[in-house]
């Protein structure tokens, strides 16, 4: 092919050309990314499009979250959609997507790793398990994949559907390949009236609001038995806990544990990386500052003398919130940031702290501090001085987490919207020739 012609292409239909080039490259990069537990050595295959697991009879409803947090926000849509007897493939991009969620999926529902946006293994994926409706979450929308449900006349669902002001500018760059994309959706069900409104400007012919899944979704589980011998260990020690917490913000959780352990000696941090695999390096960095730690992969609990106990683990933030009664949602310090999901920890009675760059759950934030179950701090310093306000006024650390709680139960109801609004598609699953 000239360099002439790949000038005149069209935007998507580069795209195509170069992930078909790019295909027999993917192989030894999923190896490097599997020596680096970045992708499930055992189950590659599925992420290029090779199912491990034969396809059930009859209809089926393919249910995709690019990862952890897309994934158990569509949870209470497949409870829902099991209840009525429905089948379900349920796809996730990530390890720790695949290891919480998969014990999580009712009878009815299997998992498999969703395959790389590719167009051969895109038809290979979607010619095994033919799906007779796809239900994305959030803004998951790859070209291979929307040109292959297309091509076989699959309705394409965008559930709680949000994109942010970045991502929306960034696609209206290019308004042509926008409206290709976006007008491919059958039904946007937009988690608020502003997410609809850039939903609509992209070119989604059919929104909808139906609120917030995540607000529906179950609170994390835990096992009693160990919540009773973590919370044994930690005993009358104050705690706190920095969860999903990023690099850039780390040096100042640390920074806020040392300043508040000359008040109160005994303090015990907990902090759960976003990314479990640096639970090494985090804990590298806390001993630079002269700061005993331990980690969750080394050892089941905290030591008396443990001051920074890291969660380097899979699956076990119910315990967490469970421990500590205060919990700082990372991704929020320091620019660029965006914040992370604190409905989980608010769900659980915790009080919240955040940075002030919260955009990815602004509207989410915004109410929890309006009935402050939840407060901004801005620097190391404005976080130790909230958390010691917290931890001395017990009265005030329980209202603000009842506070949370009960914003966030106030809050659900969009998995039944969700499910109504796509009844039509539904409706339609015993018609001849998806069987």
């Known amino acids: ?37 970045k992708e499930d050595r055992e189950r590659l295959g599925e992420r290029m499009g090779q199912a491990s697991r034969p396809r059930i009879e009859g209809p089926l409803i393919w249910l995709h979250g690019a990862s952890l947090g897309e994934g158990l926000s569509l949870l209470p849509l497949v409870d829902r959609l099991a209840q009525q007897g429905l089948e379900m493939l349920v796809t996730t991009g990530t390890v720790t997507s695949a290891h919480t969620l998969a014990p999580r999926l009712p009878v009815g529902a299997v998992h498999q790793f969703a395959p790389l946006d590719s167009p051969r293994f895109i038809e290979t994926f979607l010619d095994h398990w033919r799906p007779a409706v796809a239900i994305f979450a959030e803004s998951e929308l790859w070209p291979n994949m929307i040109a292959g449900l297309r091509q076989r006349r699959t309705p394409l669902v965008l559930a709680n559907a949000r994109i942010s002001e970045t991502s929306a500018a960034r696609w209206g760059r290019w308004p042509k390949t926008a409206r290709r994309i976006f007008g491919a959706i059958d039904l946007c069900l937009a988690q608020d009236a502003d997410n609809a409104e850039r939903f609509r400007t992209l070119g989604a012919p059919n ?6 899944l995540k607000f529906d979704a179950p609170s994390p589980r835990v096992d009693a038995a160990q919540l009773a011998a973590f919370v044994a260990a930690i005993g009358p020690r104050p705690v706190w806990a920095a969860v999903s917490t990023h690099p850039e913000e780390e040096a100042a959780i640390l920074d806020a544990h040392t300043l508040l352990s000359q008040r109160l000696p005994t303090l015990l941090t907990l902090i759960a990386p976003r990314h479990p695999e640096r639970g090494g390096l985090l804990a590298e960095r806390a001993g630079t500052r002269g700061l005993s730690s331990a980690r969750r992969s080394v050892v089941s609990a905290p030591m008396q003398d443990t001051q920074v106990y890291i969660y380097d683990s899979i699956g076990e933030l119910g315990v967490v919130f469970r421990s500590a009664s205060m919990v700082f949602m990372g991704k929020s310090l320091v620019a660029p940031g965006g914040g992370q999901n604190p409905i989980e920890p608010a769900q659980c009675g915790c009080a919240v702290l955040h940075g002030p760059h919260v955009g ?40 603000m987490g009842r506070a949370a709680a009960t914003s966030v139960e106030k809050l659900g109801g969009a998995a039944r919207a969700t499910v109504a609004a796509i009844e039509p598609y539904l409706a339609r699953l015993d018609a001849p020739g998806l069987r």
């Open 207 to 212: 929104v909808r609001v139906a609120g917030n």
């Open 360 to 399: 990815n759950f602004s509207q989410v934030y915004a109410t929890l501090d309006a009935v402050k179950g939840a407060a901004q701090v801005d620097d190391a310093a404005a976080l130790a001085r909230a958390i010691q306000v917290l931890l001395t006024e017990p009265a005030t650390l329980r209202r």
């Open 1 to 37: 092919m000239s360099r002439r012609h790949l000038y005149n292409m069209p935007l998507l239909e580069l795209y195509r050309f170069a992930t078909l080039i790019a295909t027999p490259l993917v192989p030894p990069a999923l190896n490097w990314r599997a020596a680096r537990g």
